[in-house]
Every structure is written in C-alpha cells, then in structure tokens.
C-alpha cells in the first residue's frame, strides 16, 4: 500500500499561515490524483483541494483565494500552503492519495486557528 506521512500542522493566530506536508513511500505506484481533506468538530469531513498527476486543480468554495495545493512529483510529496487562516479552519486536516492500487489516506494534522 501507498503509506502518507503528514506534518506541518499546529496553532496560528487568524490571519496566519500554515504550510502542511504529505509525503507518500511504499512499493512502487502510480499517483493519480492527491487531495487534501478536513474535519472540524462536530461535523462531517470535506474536500479542501485536490491535483491531480496532471496538475488539474480543484478547490472548496471556501478556501479559493487563500489556500494552495502543489506537488512535488521527484520527492512524492504534495503540499497544502494556507494563508489568511480564519478560526473556521481549525480541523483535522488528512492528506489522501488515488493510486493504482486505490485510495490511501493518512493519518491527519490537527490545524488549530486561534487568537
């Protein structure tokens, strides 16, 4: 299996910026897309943006503007860079990758968005 190891998470003040990380390793695979996703208390995980091997781009409505999804295909890592973070964005936030052999999630970051 793809295993995804995420890091970059932690406490920013509203305004602030994070950079998250998730770099993928295993046995040998083909990425197809990569997303980053997100669960705030209390409710149910969401999309937050994806790319794929492509570099196609997709982004939630909420989140166009402020946050920047990329990838590093040589190093098998994609990245999430947040900027303006308001106290809303304060979630779990888990990197996951479709691959040819399906769909691998890690095991996510806690982003918290506090003054």
């Known amino acids: 299996q793809v295993q995804l190891v995420e890091s970059g998470g932690g406490l920013v003040q509203p305004g602030g910026s994070l950079r998250l990380s998730c770099a993928a390793s295993?046995?040998?695979?083909?990425?197809?897309?990569w997303g980053w996703y997100r669960q705030a208390p209390g409710k149910q995980r969401e999309l937050v943006a994806t790319?794929?091997?492509?570099?196609?781009?997709n982004y939630a409505d909420f989140v166009k503007g402020r946050f920047t999804i990329s990838r590093d295909i040589r190093k098998n890592t994609v990245y999430l860079q947040m900027n303006s973070l308001k106290p809303e964005d304060t979630a779990v936030y888990y990197c996951?990758?479709?691959?040819?052999?399906?769909?691998?999630w890690g095991q996510g970051t806690q982003v918290t968005v506090s003054s």
């Open positions: 295993g046995r040998s695979f083909v990425i197809y897309a």
């Open positions: 996951n990758v479709n691959s040819h052999i399906g769909v691998n």
């Open positions: 790319i794929t091997i492509g570099g196609d781009l």
